[in-house]
């Protein structure tokens, strides 16, 4: 066993860490993370506004309150969907400039300009001007790939103009073959979005899951940031699925999408990464003193999913004693909801959350406040308690062993020394 441990530890070390090292050092990867970060504040803004619009009671209900709050919702929609269209219906811009001003950075321009150019460049592509009117078809969830792609690539093209010192002087007249060369832009990234979208609905199913979950939790124990890495290549897609179950909520249809943010964040990373928060509740009772200090200093962030103390402190990075339950514990919790969803037992997202918001608040705010979160958060996390306790254990032994080794030593020591 403990060769095995050595074998799979020398090819973390000498495979995967250096290659998730240099993915998450990669300049693409870094501009569509920092742009979906700097549209995030817009973003959760925008889902917050559903629960006002969409509030969790039934059309035909006789209770006051909910009678009067969904009047409410009913008679002023136009104006309680005015922040939710101006943010997350647009989305795309924000994404936009973001990777644009991020790419820029690192390529050593101007990043208020790079950053505007890659807005104007998804607006030539995107959103047609036709009869005094702008498309916004794609301003929203389905645009975002789009987005992507016109914001990396304009921004690289500026960068190469730049790098080879090329200067471009518009003539009085824009030749009609430019024109012509935006026309064809749009349908070609139409096409585009509809080639990518066998990859969104792979995204979403439970093999998509359990894989992006697998890596994470592997870049973790070796050390590495893997929520960035895995966040970063997860969210164009989180944000399209969120789209689409925003829009099929606002139509009142069944809402297509499971694997969203608010998934990965309230079941699967219950506490912070290896859903450590049952994890904590354990170590305050260790039988080992530091284990049970670790638990008082992690117990509170980890409310917040915050567990660096404990990743840390632990330890858990490169445990061997913690591993087998650090890998699965977020595998089996995927299974349970994603199998609880497709039951129709389990609510679906339909809003973003501050990841920091705790684990049964931010499902049942996610999903609307509905109830059915709070149950399977609360079953993740006895699961997850019950899947952690006997590698604790053996690992609390395995310290108590050592204590007493090192004990013994120091007794024979100061023996030998008086003896002398």
């Not at 699965?328 to 609880?340: K, S, T």
Request: hydrophobic letters at 55%.
């Amino acid at each position: 066993m403990s060769s095995l441990y050595q074998s799979m530890v020398a090819v973390i070390e000498q495979s995967i860490t250096p290659l998730a090292a240099k993915l998450g050092q990669q300049k693409y990867v870094i501009a569509i993370r920092d742009g979906f970060t700097a549209a995030l504040p817009f973003m959760i803004i925008g889902s917050f506004m559903l629960v006002f619009i969409f509030p969790p009671f039934s059309a035909d209900t006789t209770n006051s309150f909910a009678r009067g709050w969904l009047d409410f919702s009913q008679t002023y929609r136009e104006q309680l969907m005015l922040p939710f269209n101006l943010s997350m219906g647009v989305m795309t811009f924000f994404i936009s400039v973001g990777i644009g001003a991020s790419l820029g950075r690192q390529f050593n321009l101007d990043p208020v300009m790079s950053g505007l150019l890659a807005f104007m460049a998804f607006l030539l592509v995107a959103a047609p001007y036709a009869d005094g009117k702008i498309s916004t078809q794609y301003l929203s969830g389905q645009g975002i790939f789009t987005a992507l792609i016109t914001a990396i690539y304009s921004t690289r093209v500026y960068a190469w103009l730049k790098q080879n010192n090329v200067t471009i002087r518009l003539p009085k007249e824009v030749p009609t073959g430019v024109a012509r060369s935006f026309e064809i832009l749009i349908p070609v990234m139409q096409a585009i979005m509809h080639l990518l979208e066998p990859l969104v609905s792979a995204s979403d199913s439970l093999p998509a899951i359990l894989l992006s979950v697998l890596l994470c939790q592997i870049f973790w124990f070796a050390g590495i940031h893997g929520s960035l890495i895995v966040t970063g290549i997860m969210n164009p897609f989180w944000m399209a699925n969120l789209s689409a179950n925003q829009a099929a909520l606002a139509a009142g249809a069944a809402l297509p999408h499971v694997y969203l943010q608010g998934f990965w964040d309230h079941y699967l990373l219950i506490g912070g990464v290896g859903s450590t928060l049952p994890l904590a509740f354990l170590l305050l009772r260790s039988r080992v003193t530091h284990l049970r200090t670790i638990g008082k200093m992690g117990v509170v962030p980890s409310f917040f999913n915050i567990n660096e103390p404990i990743l840390f402190g632990a330890p858990i990075i490169m445990n061997p004693m913690l591993f087998i339950p650090f890998v699965f514990v977020p595998l089996v919790n995927a299974c349970l909801a994603y199998g609880a969803t497709k039951l129709g037992w389990l609510a679906q997202v339909v809003s973003l959350t501050p990841w920091t918001t705790p684990a049964p608040i931010g499902a049942s705010w996610a999903a609307n406040w509905a109830l059915s979160p709070v149950v399977m958060c609360l079953v993740c996390m006895v699961m997850s308690a019950l899947m952690y306790l006997p590698f604790l254990r053996a690992y609390e032994r395995t310290l108590i062993k050592n204590e007493e080794q090192k004990a013994q030593a120091a007794t024979v020591g100061a023996a030998e020394a008086t003896s002398n």
